[in-house]
């Protein structure tokens, strides 16, 4: 098993979990907040290429997925968890 992730544990801090209604306060704002940079429809889709060669809206999509993936860790070691 690979070292711990501390800053994704809310448990680490002070020794005290977050509470439930903060986790999920934090759960839906943050998947409101992934919905609407998906739709992205405020966003100009340029045709530039990013350091001569990456398209720009591939750009946008990788950090998009990178983000996402960020946030279910997140979810899945803060909000859903196994009641003991």
Known sequence: MGPPLDWLD????????MSKRMNNTIAWT???AL???????WRD???A??????PQELAWRAGWMLL???YLV?????VWVEED
């Open 10 to 17: 809310p448990a680490a801090k002070n020794g005290a979990p």
């Open 74 to 78: 997140w979810f899945c070691r803060s």
């Open 30 to 32: 943050g998947a409101a």
């Open 49 to 54: 290429l990013l350091m001569g060669w990456l």
């Open 68 to 70: 996402s993936t960020l």
């Open 35 to 41: 919905l609407a940079l998906h739709l992205d429809f």
């Open 45 to 47: 889709r340029g045709t």
